[in-house]
Each structure stands twice: as structure tokens, then as C-alpha cells.
């Protein structure tokens, strides 16, 4: 039997288990239209499964395979497997950055856009004047020989040529890009041959350009025309906008495109945030400044609209903060409570009380015209050089919100919301306004039914049909792979300690059993453990309790302390820590543990292969903290899904439940990950225990082969557990801890 065609895109030598029949299934969706649900249990190999029919199916059928991320590690691997595959079967590939992580010069994007036009005007016009003047020398030499004709043509090239010159001494005070201007004098060919001889990161790009003065990311976006691959960041799919010049930049019509999301479970929240419109006290003062100094007759009306909005915001926040409120708002943004269930929202209340105008869509609208105006404006001024940043106009971007606002905020999935904090060098506590949106298929559901094809992969997908729900997927083929590695390679206990519920934290006979859980799950442990809790402070909370220092001169480095006899040294994580740094100074450990919140980073897209860590635990349901703006999230669910789910509560289980056994499947997924690798998973709390704890059980939330492998354990009995499992794989250097 012949090998699938797709088989020339894999690189290496043999498929993981399942792995060359994930691919076949794969191809097969692909050339059915079909998109493609992908679960694989981390370390399997999801990335070649679904890129290497990708690319097979895109060279068949002239398309450009866009896979993305948004776990930058993951992206690091993408582009050592596409250089993998390069090797083998010679691809076209490029990754991209946003224009911020690449710009010679730092500048913004508007700036940027309006640099790059001003200096391609400059260069045609001086192209035309180069043109003008070889021609009027010709003429100048016919007429010279005597032809009347060539000497009146001249007449007319000379008066051509001095309008030009014009221009030209116009751009010597106008604002230009000089890398930018060499892009377009110069020969690049050079570039493009040196950009597809492998697979280059922005960073090899940037590097490339910076040493011969030109513009990376222009050039990039040049040789992006009708590539077999993109890599990217989520943003780039997930932003209407930016989606559209990214498809224009590939040079392909979005039913020419076949995009691969990784981490896919991350989909739901990324495309919320994306859709979510926010609008600062700050910017409704700018405006109101702005339309102060203009003398338009739109001025008036548009002062309307903005004034009654930015008064009706201060009213509204003012309102909501009880007594002594305003001395405990800090720097982070914290919401308070708006909507209302029977009516409009406290916010909108306040304008349509605060507005005295003759109509507020007709003076929004007219606001919208006169911010048009006045951008124009501003992108003129800083063209011709009269000034040296691009101003952006704040009447633009409030008139624009305000619109959004009151058309769409009673819609089904939208959520208002007033949030304040206090600004750090004024210490004024100011607010601010967001239309929060709750159900993310208002942005998937349009990239998934445009483009070709889609494949999401992630290791934690399931429910699938909850994920058709939530993004808005129609035709879908769905495939899950358990491990493929020995299950003797691997134990995972669900050990019954008290269930974590908030009021039970502070509890210290329950602190005391978790916290000689850890002891025992540490010492028994023959190399390194991660400890992933609901909450940074819970992770500081145990990490303290078993020794470990915060701070002082036993710290043997940000994050790190020795811990007491037989526990070796102890990391902690936590909000603005270096992540990369401290991933690394904890593998590079012989003994250690990592105390870290399973909301962030290292919870997942992160490998700790072999030696890198043998023990996990995860302590407690790390359920997100349940507050406004995730029961408005619940509602919408409920509201949305009721009549099409009703065997579960949507509301609970789509935003709440689902995402946090999510998000404790992938730190499970941090140990054992290849066929060679073993250790110990244990999930320390009654509520993944078999134990009957009614609606607050959750052992039912994972998949049915997951949950087959969970052990029920006391947690006394855990070390001797751990010491049996180890013991069987001769882990231990020398002899072992004794219980």
C-alpha cells in the first residue's frame, strides 16, 4: 500500500502512537470542507497531525495554511517544526509579529501608517521627477535639431517638473521614515532570498533589517504573498480588522486560507476579549478639550453627546462606590455593579437624564463626522511635517463607543460594566466604561464560516459539542487520543482531602492536612514537583507554610527559598514574576518545587519533560472568582444554550465548570510527556474523589478514559503510594525516603 501524500510534509522518522492515523483523519476532513475538533493528550504530537495534512491539502488546492497561538513557547516550536519540514519537503513559511514588537524607529501604528504613505509619496513623486527629467533632455536634444514640436512638449515637461519640485521641498519638513524610504530605493531581492532559505523568526528578521537600515516588517509583509505558511499570534485571526489586511498582506481571499489554532480551549476567551470595547474617563475629558478648541458647527452637538456621557459616567461610579470604597480603589481596575435585570443599565440611565441635545443618535452621528474630520486633519499635520507625532482623535474614539454602546448594549451577550481604579501618579480614582461581550462566537463564528477549513487542536477540547456551542463550529469532524504512552508509566490520584470551597480556606485544620499532603507528595518525589493552586495567594500560602522565604537574606533569588529537611528548595510564583526565568532556574534544579497559580502561565503550553518535573499536584477546583461579569457570562450561556442543552446548566457548566477542569487537565498535562517519561498526578481535593458531594462533584467533568485512571486515596496513604510507583521504576538515587 502506497503512503498517504501527506506523508512527504512529516519530518521525522516514525509517527507517535496514533499519530499517522490522526493525520488520515485529518486529510479527510480537510477535503471534505469539514472543520476539525482535535484533542490529543499532551506530548502526542497534535502540531504535525494537523500541519502536515494542512500543508498537503494547501499545496493540492493553491492555499496558505495559517497556523497560530497565543502560548509563546508554542510558537518557538512551531517554527522548529516548520524548519523540520523545510528539510524534508522545501515549504515557504513566514512568521509574523505585530508592528510594535518589530519597528526600528518606536513608533505606534497610526504614526507608523501615516509615515509609511507620506515617504511612498515622497519616493513616487522623486521617482516621477527622475522620469521628467530624462524626458525633458531628450526633448531638449530634438529640439535642438531642430524639431518646433520637441521644444513645446518641453515647455510642458518644464512646468510639470517645477510643480514637482514643489512637492518635493514640501517633503524635506514633512515627517518620513528612512528605513522605510530604503525598502523602496533599494534592491531587496537580496531579503526575499535570504528569508525563504529557512524559516526565520521576526527576531532573524529584525536583526537582518536593523544592520542594513530597512524596514522588517514592510518587507515581511511584502513576502507574505502566496506563502504555504503563516505562523502568527491569535490576534491576527481573532480581530476583524487586523484579519482583513492579514489575509490582504497574504494576498488570499479567506476562502483560500486554512487556519490551525493551537491551545484552542483558549479560543473562547480571546476572541471575548477582542470583541470587548472599553472607553476611559481620561479619553471623555480629551475630547471634550478637543472639540473645545474646534470651531466646526458639529462641535456643539458632538459636545452634547460627550459631556452627558462623561458626566453620566462620573455619576454612575460616584454612585456605586459605598462609603469608604474610594479609599481601598487601587491601581487595577475593579468593576462595580451596573446592570439591571428589568431595565437599562445605571450608566445609559444617567445619560439619557444627563443629555439635553435635540437627538442622540442624530448628534453621535454628527460627532462621528466631525472626529472623521478632525483625524484627517491630524494625519495631514503630521504628513506634511507640521507636527512630529500623529495626534489621535479622542472625539473619534468616544463618539464611535458611545454609538456601539447604545445600539448593541441591550443584544443578548452584552454586558455593561463600570470599572474604577486610581491612577498612580495623580492618586485620583477615575472610571471607566466597557460593553464586556459574553459569547464569543459574535467573533469566531464569521472567521470559521469564511475561511476554507479550520483545525483547533488543544489536549483538552472535550465537550466537544460545548466548543461547536461556544465559537459557533456547524460542520465538524471531531477526534480525541487518550495517551499513547504506557499506563504503567503513569499514576493519577484523586486523594480526599477536605474540598476547598472559599469559607473553608482559612480553616487550620484543613491547611494543616493540605500542607502535609505537599510534604509527603515533595519528599516521596525523586526529582522535582509544580504545585499549581486556584490563586497566587494560595500558592504563597502553602509555599510559606512548608518554609519557604518571601523575602530577606535566606532568598536564594526572586522567588526562591530553601525549605526545610527533605523538601529542597521551594519557588514561587506569582503576578509580574519573569516566567521564563523562573521555568528555568526550577528545571535546572536537581530537587525543588514550584508553587504557582493554575490561572497562570505554566499551567499549560509549557513542557517540563523528564527530569524537568515527576510529581504534579493540583490543590483544590480552581474555579475562577465568581464575580459580576461571570454570572453575566452564565446568563448569557443559559439564554443561548437552555433549549438546545438541556441535559446540563449551561450557564454553570459552559463558563464555569468546563473551563476550570480545562484548565486542571492541562496542568495534569505537565508531566509525562513521552513514551519514556513516567510520574505521579495527584488532585488533592474530596470533589475528584468518588465521594458523593452532589452538584459540587467533578469528577464527572473529565473525560471517560481520564476518569478511568483516577485512584481514590487517603491522603496518609499517598506516600506509600509514591514510594511503590517510584520504587517499580528505580527512581530513586539511592535509598529511598522512609514514611
Request: with cysteine; net charge negative.
Amino acid at each position: 500500500m502506497s503512503e498517504a501524500p501527506h506523508l512527504r510534509f512529516f519530518p521525522y522518522e516514525e509517527p507517535y502512537p496514533n499519530q499517522r492515523e490522526a493525520m488520515d483523519r485529518v486529510a479527510n476532513a480537510l477535503d471534505r470542507g469539514q472543520d476539525v475538533l482535535f484533542e490529543g493528550a499532551p506530548g502526542t504530537g497534535k502540531t504535525l497531525s494537523a500541519l502536515v495534512p494542512a500543508l498537503e491539502h494547501a499545496r493540492e488546492h493553491d492555499r496558505t495554511v495559517v497556523i497560530t497561538t497565543n502560548v509563546h513557547q508554542q510558537m518557538r516550536q512551531f517554527v522548529e517544526d516548520a524548519r523540520a519540514i523545510t528539510r524534508e519537503e522545501p515549504i515557504r513559511a513566514v512568521v509574523f509579529k505585530g508592528k510594535s514588537s518589530m519597528c526600528h524607529i518606536d513608533v505606534d501604528y497610526q504614526e507608523c501608517q501615516t509615515l509609511r504613505d507620506t515617504t511612498r509619496e515622497m519616493v513616487e513623486t522623486e521617482s516621477e521627477v527622475r522620469e521628467l527629467e530624462a524626458r525633458q533632455r531628450e526633448l531638449l536634444a530634438e529640439s535642438r535639431e531642430g524639431d518646433a514640436g520637441a521644444a513645446e512638449a518641453r515647455e510642458s515637461v518644464m512646468e510639470e517638473l517645477d510643480e514637482l519640485e514643489a512637492e518635493i521641498e514640501e517633503y524635506e519638513t514633512a515627517n518620513v521614515c528612512a528605513h522605510y524610504r530604503n525598502n523602496l530605493v533599494e534592491d531587496t531581492d537580496e531579503f526575499f532570498g535570504w528569508l525563504f532559505e529557512d524559516v526565520r523568526t521576526p527576531e532573524d528578521v529584525y536583526a537582518y533589517a536593523d544592520e542594513r537600515e530597512l524596514c522588517g516588517y514592510e518587507l515581511l509583509k511584502e513576502g507574505m504573498e502566496g506563502v504555504d505558511l503563516v505562523v502568527c499570534n491569535y490576534h491576527h485571526l481573532l480581530d476583524p480588522q487586523i484579519r482583513e489586511q492579514f489575509f490582504r498582506w497574504i494576498d488570499r481571499d479567506p476562502s483560500e486560507i486554512i487556519t490551525v489554532f493551537d491551545e484552542a480551549h483558549n479560543v473562547e476567551d480571546a476572541a471575548r476579549d477582542h470583541a470587548t470595547r472599553t472607553l476611559t474617563e481620561n479619553t471623555l475629558d480629551a475630547a471634550l478639550d478637543e472639540l473645545a478648541e474646534s470651531d466646526d458647527s458639529r462641535a456643539e452637538p458632538a459636545e452634547n453627546v460627550v459631556r452627558a456621557f462623561r458626566d453620566a459616567l462620573v455619576e454612575t461610579r460616584e454612585d456605586a462606590l459605598g462609603a469608604g470604597q474610594r479609599e481601598s480603589v487601587g491601581e487595577n481596575w475593579e468593576d462595580l455593579a451596573v446592570a439591571n435585570d428589568d431595565r437599562r443599565d445605571d450608566l445609559t440611565l444617567a445619560f439619557l437624564r444627563n443629555y439635553e441635545g435635540k437627538g442622540i443618535d442624530t448628534e453621535t452621528e454628527l460627532a462621528v463626522q466631525l472626529g472623521q474630520a478632525l483625524d484627517e486633519e491630524y494625519d495631514r499635520r503630521y504628513r506634511e511635517g507640521e507636527t512630529t507625532t500623529r495626534t489621535e482623535c479622542q472625539t473619534l474614539q468616544v463618539a464611535r463607543f458611545v454609538s456601539t454602546w447604545m445600539e448593541e448594549g441591550t443584544e443578548l451577550g452584552q454586558y455593561p460594566v463600570v470599572s474604577v481604579r486610581r491612577d498612580g501618579a495623580t492618586e485620583e480614582v477615575y472610571g471607566r466604561a466597557e460593553l464586556y461581550t459574553c459569547i464569543p462566537r459574535r467573533v469566531t463564528r464569521e472567521l470559521f464560516d469564511e475561511v476554507a477549513a479550520s483545525v483547533l487542536m488543544s489536549a483538552t477540547l472535550r465537550p466537544f459539542d460545548v466548543t461547536e456551542d461556544v465559537l459557533g463550529l456547524e460542520d465538524v469532524a471531531s477526534l480525541a487520543y487518550e495517551m499513547g504512552y504506557p499506563e504503567e508509566n503513569r499514576r493519577t490520584f484523586a486523594v480526599d482531602t477536605p474540598p476547598l470551597f472559599a469559607s473553608e480556606r482559612n480553616d487550620p485544620a484543613t491547611q494543616e492536612t493540605v500542607a502535609s499532603l505537599l510534604r509527603d507528595a515533595i519528599r516521596f518525589t525523586p526529582g522535582n514537583t509544580l504545585a499549581f493552586f486556584p490563586s497566587y495567594a494560595e500558592a504563597e500560602r502553602y509555599y510559606e507554610r512548608l518554609g519557604g522565604s518571601t523575602g530577606g537574606a535566606g532568598d536564594t533569588g526572586a522567588g526562591a527559598g530553601l525549605a526545610g529537611a527533605g523538601l529542597g528548595t521551594l519557588y514561587l510564583d506569582g503576578p509580574g514574576e519573569d516566567e521564563e526565568d523562573l521555568r528555568r532556574r526550577f528545571v535546572e534544579s536537581d530537587d525543588a518545587t514550584l508553587f504557582t497559580s493554575l490561572w497562570g502561565t505554566l499551567a499549560e503550553g509549557v513542557s517540563f519533560d523528564g527530569d524537568d518535573a515527576r510529581t504534579v499536584v493540583v490543590v483544590g477546583v480552581p474555579y475562577p472568582h465568581l464575580s459580576d461579569r461571570m454570572e453575566a457570562v452564565q446568563d448569557a450561556y443559559d439564554r443561548a444554550f437552555a433549549d438546545r442543552d438541556r441535559a446540563r446548566d449551561p450557564g454553570w457548566a459552559y463558563a464555569v465548570e468546563i473551563p476550570t477542569i480545562r484548565k486542571t487537565r492541562q496542568a495534569l498535562g505537565r508531566v509525562v510527556r513521552g513514551p519514556e517519561d513516567f510520574g505521579v498526578r495527584i488532585l488533592a481535593d474530596r470533589r475528584y474523589t468518588t465521594a458523593d458531594m452532589g452538584k459540587y462533584s467533578v469528577r464527572g467533568a473529565f473525560p471517560p478514559e481520564e476518569r478511568g485512571e483516577l485512584l481514590d486515596l487517603d491522603p496518609e496513604k499517598l506516600k506509600f503510594a509514591m514510594l511503590n510507583f517510584y520504587g517499580d521504576h528505580d527512581a530513586y538515587d539511592g535509598a529511598p525516603p522512609e514514611p
